[in-house]
């Protein structure tokens, strides 16, 4: 078979084109694709709150005591505090405290080399934990509610007081019994054994007031947030594991904590400028127990998880679940903030068990303790906010909560842990409970 090769004369003729038909149907041209212009995130309508100047300590020669009582009934009463200079007093100390803690670690500053005051303090807590072995807890019977005999820790703390603050250097009767009236609050209400944010303030009043005194200047603000203030939490952990004090409130878990707030507003603070820590970390187990030992929002999320019968904060702390989806520390912060100024001293249930005496000097004009009818703060049985209606004191039923004065108890949620490895149920996970 032979084949033939083409030449190079030869020519090849290609399909001809079909001719377009005008009056053939187009496709329709797509539309450009235009990039969607950015949505603007809403814009919080509360500016972020300023640090107020802290004033200097006042001068003590000619200075009269007195014992802090209540002075906080109405809104109105509420609204004086809010426009006065304590009320940016408060917020100065609380602030600066907080900044003198920004991208510092627990482990940064040393017992060592703090001031002789702190060790002070740091001892008197010490002491205070040392009285809990003294007081045991008795029969709890599978209760979940408060242990009686708390009271007699708080008693016994009482009996004591007068010579830890003698370490301190207080000599006087009156400025002992004006500024140990805070630290005896700071532990929970006796009568109704539970523990809240505004006993957590207490606590921080107690070091204003040692401020105030000249006995905590600010070079040891940082010590303050990063020795003190650790001590005390891990002091309070053990009473609410001990005596399983009762949430103070009724929002109890759907709040940011059950208990604190200002350690997240520290921790937020150290972790402000973090390289890697971001706030969806905290989802991160392994990371809470490598770094929860030096930073208090992390350690703070890490005892919420351990202490809880239930696991998950989407169900055990919700709001500490949506902050997690944060940007940044910064926006965390800024957000601790304006929740101090809403949440704690704008709320009035909290604000009326606020002390006021010669050092947090209440307003002219707001009510007195004796003229509402009130009873002492330690000894009153009902909690939540309260009314003067016709002279006499009326407990208000709120909308959203069951009132404390209803009688409806809140169990504690540590308590219920505690309870579940009592039994041996350990770890395992439980079904979210109504309560």
Not at 384 to 411: F, N, Q, S, T, Y
Request: aromatic share 8%.
């Amino acid at each position: 078979m032979s084949i033939v090769m083409p030449s190079a004369t030869t020519t090849f003729s290609l399909p001809l084109r079909p001719v377009k038909d005008n009056n053939q149907r187009r496709a329709p041209d797509l539309p450009p694709l235009i990039p969607r212009a950015k949505r603007t995130p809403p814009k919080n309508p509360l500016p972020i709150p300023e640090t107020p100047l802290l004033p200097c300590p006042p001068d003590l020669s000619t200075w009269s005591f007195t014992e802090p009582t209540r002075r906080i009934v109405s809104s109105h009463d509420n609204g004086l505090f809010q426009a006065s200079p304590t009320y940016s007093l408060v917020l100065s100390f609380v602030f600066s405290l907080s900044e003198s803690a920004v991208d510092k670690k627990l482990s940064s500053v040393s017992l060592s080399s703090a001031a002789p005051i702190v060790h002070s303090i740091i001892s008197i807590l010490s002491s205070v934990e040392d009285t809990i072995e003294s007081c045991p807890p008795s029969e709890q019977g599978g209760s979940r509610f408060g242990n009686p005999s708390f009271r007699l820790f708080l008693d016994s703390i009482s009996t004591q007081s007068t010579s830890w603050h003698d370490t301190i250097g207080l000599t006087s009767p009156s400025a002992i019994s004006e500024v140990s009236t805070y630290f005896h609050n700071s532990f929970g209400n006796r009568a109704r054994i539970d523990y809240g944010s505004g006993h957590e303030l207490n606590f921080v009043l107690w070091l204003l007031c040692l401020n105030r005194l000249s006995l905590l200047p600010k070079s040891t603000f940082p010590a303050i947030v990063l020795l003190i203030f650790p001590r005390y939490l891990t002091l309070l952990h053990k009473l609410q594991t001990t005596y399983y004090l009762e949430p103070a409130g009724s929002h109890g878990v759907w709040g940011l904590d059950d208990y604190h707030f200002l350690p997240f507003l520290f921790g937020a603070s150290q972790l402000l400028h973090h390289p890697y820590i971001r706030p969806l970390s905290i989802h991160n187990e392994l990371l809470l127990e490598e770094e929860g030992d030096e930073y208090l929002y992390l350690s703070m999320v890490r005892w919420t998880m351990a202490s809880k019968s239930v696991k998950g904060l989407k169900w055990t702390q919700p709001m500490l679940d949506d902050i997690s989806g944060a940007r940044s520390w910064v926006k965390v912060e800024q957000g601790m903030r304006r929740m101090f100024i809403k949440e704690v001293l704008g709320k009035l249930p909290v604000m009326q068990h606020f002390l006021f005496g010669s050092l947090i000097p209440a307003e002219p004009g707001m009510s007195r303790e004796d003229d509402a009818g009130l009873a002492a703060e330690e000894d009153e049985k009902e909690g939540g906010e309260v009314v003067l209606d016709h002279g006499h004191v009326k407990h208000v039923h709120r909308d959203d909560a069951w009132g404390d004065c209803c009688g409806i108890k809140i169990p504690s949620t540590v308590a219920a842990a505690q309870e579940a490895r009592k039994k041996g149920e350990g770890d395992a996970l439980r079904r979210v409970p109504f309560d």
